[in-house]
Each structure stands twice: as structure tokens, then as C-alpha cells.
């Protein structure tokens, strides 16, 4: 969940690189920061808090430059944010340094038994047993690499490790559970946990797999697995730093949001032959028709996964959505012919990824259906479904959510219906039409003015049906992440089954009704029913059944299918939660307490 970035070999300066590479990463979440620069000794410096606080420290005291060095951004899991707390973490003589993401579960022993030689430790995280380890095998005679390997060896748990050493002109990482890359510069080489970190200096990368470690040293690099040598592919990364950056907009968030047009019309593209009524997505070629589908997912990508799960029941084909945390400990057994469908953004949620190797051990075909080419879980699933949305910096997802859905219609046209005919027809033809109308709702949305009238509210409701009960829930999530307000999303029959008891003048219900079916008809007697409590009433509609007549406030969305409404909907409510999120100052691109993969589980 935290951010690593290391650098070696290049003719820049070392302390900003690793800055930058922080920078670039400051989107994962984190609450401390810190440097270690190696050389003739190992400079460590670090402060809890934002990444300005370190700027500010090594501005008043600068570290003398080094050709090589480590970087680290924390998000705590052992021990609250503090300087002493916060990474790289060193052995008792200063002489290696570490940074470490994930968790290493069997820390408390090794703790145990370095204390009782002698070892005093200077923090309460779990990863300040590992400068120990290294520090103790050193001591024995070991080779900097040798002993670094042997530290590895003692770890049980994840990890992304990367390791600085006196005198050694060279870092030392290792991988296991936690993402790990190798960016390939002109001039040198760089690791980080994610993409971004490096994306000013080189997109040429490899990937580490589990069980893996590295060398890196200023004119080459070794890679080993547990047995031998390994020679490792290098990829290019299709993402640029002006990507990742925020061209003018005062948040990633917004940025985000606006560019859904352009995000989906990348997921679209080469997917659908509309002249012969047919939809053409080469990844899925492969995937047969399987008995029954589980999806898996968290937080975001869990709406989706219920949206795909609903899609599928619609269609005869029985669907589960599992919170992946639960997964291998309540899903009842994988049946035969089943297909386990992992939604994840990063491609590196832990909980994810351990319900996928769950299902994987079950016997059962797993897909991962991401937007990280390269990703552990792309690698580790028998196929996978890319999003193609870009890069997102943002914590709380927007684009990707949207491409997600759009990209899991392309799933269940594979698993339901191949056929051509009229159906297919305007399946493709609301899909082509969505990038627009999409953009008509970012144009013309009043959801500012919403915000203006009820953001100062105490509590806030998000309620639909069907296919809209998932984006209600993803509502009530994204303004909940960024506000910090009481938010939930129901199913909008449940209001009467007990939460209907805290409807007051201070709860606004943002209620979705499009179309004109059964289902938009009971949510607008849901919604008669709230307003009879006094409770405010904004409707998100496509008008066909004059839905406003019945709310205090209407956000409008162009008229579509039944499948790419919600799509529409949630774009109206992104722009609800970023207006409150704005007029409350709150802190949008890094919400407190959370992070953009969650790599722990």
C-alpha cells in the first residue's frame, strides 16, 4: 500500500529522483516519507507526515549527493505515523538500510530472538527486522548479496524489499505478495512499486515475479528465482508522465472524471464490428462457456463485480459477487465448469489475489479483469480482460469504474450471446453512443448546484434498483471517501426494512430512476416515501416517467439502454461527491486513512 522507489546509475541527482519518484507516488495514500542514500556510508533521513515536511528538512540540511539510493512513502500498519516509524528503517550501526512494503508475519519471532542476542530496535513496525538480518549475516562473513538472500530466506509474509549497503555500489530488492518493478534507463536502472515512479526517466520495465530477487548496480542487473539466473522480459509501458500529471485541472479526481469520454472510448476500440453486429474482443476468445460465474472483488471494483453479477442472472447463467476478503473463508464450494472473475483496478489487491489463488486451487478457470497490463494478477489468471482506462492517480476511482462495466458487457457478450441480430445491434450502438453522452452530462451537469443546497447536511442517502442498486452503493462509497460525511447506498426497497428510521429533514436521498420499467416505478414510490419524512429529494433521471415532478432537485442524464444508464447515473454522482468534497476543503486526490492498492491484506 506504500510507495518504494530506487534509483542507480544515472547522471541526476540521486536526492531528487527519489523525491520525484515519492512525488509520482503520493497517490497511494501514505502518512510518512523518507530517503536513504548510499555511498561511503548510508544517509537516511525521514519525516512522519507529508512529503513536504522531508522537502523541507533536507532543503535546511541537505544530504550529500550519492549516485544510488531508496525511497519510501508509508501507509502504517505496525506502529502509528512517526518519525521513528517511518522508513527506510536501519540495522543498529547505520550500515543498511531498508524500505519495505507489505507485511511480514512472523516479525514478532524474528524480533523476539534478535532482542535476545542484543539487538535494540529503534521502531515498532515489522520491518525493521530485516536491516537486522542482513546487518547479522554481514557480520558472519556473508557477501552483500548472500546475505541479503539469506535475510529473505528468514521472511514469512509479503513483501517489496529493496535494501542499501555501505560501501556496496548496488540495491538489493526482493519480491514476494507485494508488486515489484525494474524500470530500464538509458543510464541506469530505477525499482519501484508502481509504474509511475520513474515514468519521467524510461517506460521500458520488467516485472518481478513472487519468490524473485534482483541486484542492481550502475551499468547492469541480475535477477534469480530461488534456483538460477532468470532472464526477464522487457516491456513497454504504454502510459507517458503527461498522463500521469494533472495538465491544469486543481485535483487527479476531477481530471479523472472528465476524461471518462476518452477513457471508454479506449476500452471501445477494435472492441465491436458494428457493421457486422458483432462484438470482436480478441482476450476473450479463449474463455468457453463456463457452468456458473463467481466474481471477486473489493471496495469500487465489488460494485462493478455486483453489476456483472447482475448482468449474468439476466441472462440464465448463475452469478455470485464475493467480497474477496471473504471469499475462501465464506463462499461455499467452487462448482465444476466455474469461472472466477477477480475485478481489480491495480491488478495487485491482495484480498483479490488471494481469492483468486483460492479459486485457482479449487480447480476452477479464473480471469482478471484489470487495467494493469503486467500486473500479478494479469500474469498469475488463466485470461485476462484488460480495461485500458489509463493511468488513474486518483485514490478514489472515477474512470476506472466506468471502463469496468463497460468492459464486463463485453464479458457476458462472450459468455451468453455470440449471435448477430437486432439485439446485438443496439447492444453495440448503446455502447458506441456512451463516450458522448457521457460528455453531455459532464457539460451540462448541475450537480455543483446540488451541492450548494444540501452539502452541509448531516447524512446522506443513496438508493436504486437493479442495475442501479450497485451504482448507488458506489455513490454512497465515493462521497464517503472524500468527504468524510455519514454516506450509504441501499437496494431502494430496504429503506422500509429499517433505515427509513433515520430519514429526517437533514438526510437528502439521492434516488436513481431511468427508464420506464416496474423497477423505476417502485423506486419512485421509495422515493414518495422518504419525501413524506421531510427528507430532500434529488432524482437521477433520464426523465421517462417525469421522476422530477417528485424531487426537490433533478441531476439529468441523456436517455439509454438499461445497461449503460447506470454508467450515466454514477457520472452524476462523481460530480456530487467531488462538489462537497471541494466546498469542505477536503483533501480529494489523498483521502485520509486509505490508499489507491491495497497490497496488504
Known amino acids: 500500500m506504500c510507495g518504494i522507489i530506487g534509483c542507480i546509475g544515472h547522471s541526476r541527482g540521486t536526492v531528487e529522483t527519489l523525491l520525484q519518484g515519492l512525488s509520482n507516488l503520493e497517490y497511494r495514500g501514505y502518512d510518512s516519507a523518507g530517503i536513504a542514500v548510499g555511498g561511503t556510508s548510508v544517509v537516511v533521513r525521514k519525516q512522519a507526515g507529508e512529503l513536504a515536511n522531508l522537502r523541507d528538512d533536507l532543503d535546511a540540511d541537505p544530504v550529500t549527493p550519492g549516485s544510488f539510493g531508496i525511497g519510501h512513502t508509508r501507509w502504517s500498519t505496525h506502529g502509528p505515523p512517526s518519525d521513528r516509524n517511518a522508513h527506510p528503517h536501519t540495522d543498529t550501526d547505520g550500515e543498511v538500510a531498508v524500505v519495505h512494503n507489505g507485511i511480514i508475519e512472523n516479525y514478532q519471532q524474528l524480533r523476539d530472538d534478535l532482542q535476545a542476542q542484543g539487538i535494540t530496535f529503534s521502531s515498532e513496525t515489522d520491518s525493521e527486522v530485516v536491516p537486522h538480518l542482513i546487518s547479522q549475516y554481514r557480520a558472519r562473513g ?20 529493496a535494501a542499501v549497503l555501505k560501501d556496496v555500489n548496488a540495491i538489493f530488492v526482493a519480491r514476494n505478495d507485494s508488486p515489484l518493478v525494474i524500470g530500464i534507463g538509458e543510464e541506469g536502472y530505477y525499482v519501484a512499486s508502481d509504474v509511475p515512479a520513474f515514468l519521467e526517466y524510461t517506460r521500458d520495465v520488467m516485472y518481478l515475479e513472487d519468490g524473485e530477487t534482483a541486484v542492481l548496480r550502475p551499468t547492469d542487473l541480475t535477477v534469480r528465482n530461488s534456483e538460477e539466473i532468470v532472464e526477464k522480459d522487457i516491456q513497454t509501458v504504454e502510459w507517458t508522465a503527461e498522463e500521469t500529471g494533472k495538465s491544469g485541472y486543481e485535483h487527479f479526481m476531477r481530471k479523472e ?40 472483488a473489493c471496495g469500487t471494483s465489488y460494485h462493478a463485480a455486483l453489476y456483472g453479477a447482475s448482468l449474468l442472472q439476466a441472462a440464465g447463467i448463475p452469478a455470485t459477487a464475493s467480497l474477496a476478503s471473504e471469499y475462501a473463508t465464506s463462499t461455499p464450494p467452487t462448482p465444476p465448469e466455474t469461472l472466477v472473475v477477480g475485478v481489480t483496478q491495480s491488478g495487485e489487491t491482495a484480498d483479490t489475489l488471494g481469492a483468486l489463488r483460492e479459486a485457482d486451487k479449487r480447480g476452477a478457470r479464473t480471469l482478471a479483469l484489470t487495467n494493469v497490463v503486467g500486473s500479478t494478477a494479469a500474469r498469475e489468471c488463466d485470461h485476462v480482460l484488460y480495461i485500458r482506462a489509463g493511468p488513474e492517480i486518483g485514490v478514489a476511482a472515477t474512470k476506472t469504474f466506468s471502463s469496468q462495466l463497460v468492459a464486463l458487457n463485453f464479458l457476458i457478450e462472450q459468455l451468453v450471446d455470440r449471435s448477430k441480430g437486432k439485439q446485438v445491434r443496439d447492444r453495440i450502438e448503446a455502447l458506441r453512443v456512451l463516450p458522448d453522452q457521457v460528455q453531455q452530462v459532464l457539460d451540462t451537469s448541475s450537480a455543483a448546484d446540488v451541492v450548494e443546497k444540501y452539502g452541509s447536511k448531516e447524512s446522506f442517502f443513496f438508493i436504486g434498483r437493479g442495475l442501479q442498486y450497485p451504482v448507488a452503493l458506489e455513490g454512497a462509497l465515493k462521497f464517503k471517501e472524500i468527504t468524510y460525511e455519514h454516506a450509504e447506498g441501499f437496494a431502494a426497497g430496504e429503506l422500509k426494512h429499517g433505515p427509513l428510521a433515520l430519514v429526517t429533514d437533514k438526510t437528502p436521498v439521492f434516488g436513481i430512476v431511468t427508464g420506464d420499467t416496474a423497477p423505476a416505478q417502485k423506486t419512485l414510490s421509495n422515493i414518495k416515501e422518504v419525501e413524506s419524512r421531510g427528507a430532500p429529494v434529488i432524482i437521477i433521471t433520464d426523465g421517462k416517467i417525469e421522476a422530477e415532478r417528485y424531487a426537490d432537485m433533478a441531476l439529468t442524464i441523456p436517455e439509454a439502454s438499461i445497461r449503460t444508464a447506470p454508467i450515466l447515473a454514477n457520472v452524476q454522482l462523481q460530480l456530487v461527491a467531488y462538489h462537497t468534497a471541494n466546498a469542505l476543503g477536503r483533501s480529494i ?5 486509505l490508499a489507491k492498492s491495497v497490497t496488504v491484506e
Not at 480478441?282 to 462457456?289: A, G, K, M
Not at 486526490?589 to 486513512?593: E, L
Open 142 to 161: 556473508y557477501a552483500p548479496e548472500q546475505a541479503f538472500q539469506a535475510a529473505v530466506e528468514q521472511l514469512d509474509g509479503s513483501y517489496a524489499l
Open 257 to 296: 472524471i472528465d476524461e471518462q469520454p476518452q477513457s471508454l472510448r479506449q476500452c471501445l476500440r477494435g472492441r465491436f464490428d458494428q457493421l457486422a453486429g458483432k462484438f470482436t474482443v480478441e482476450e476473450l476468445t479463449d474463455v468457453s462457456d463456463p457452468q456458473s460465474v463467481q466474481f471477486v
Open 589 to 593: 486526490d489523498k483521502p485520509r486513512n
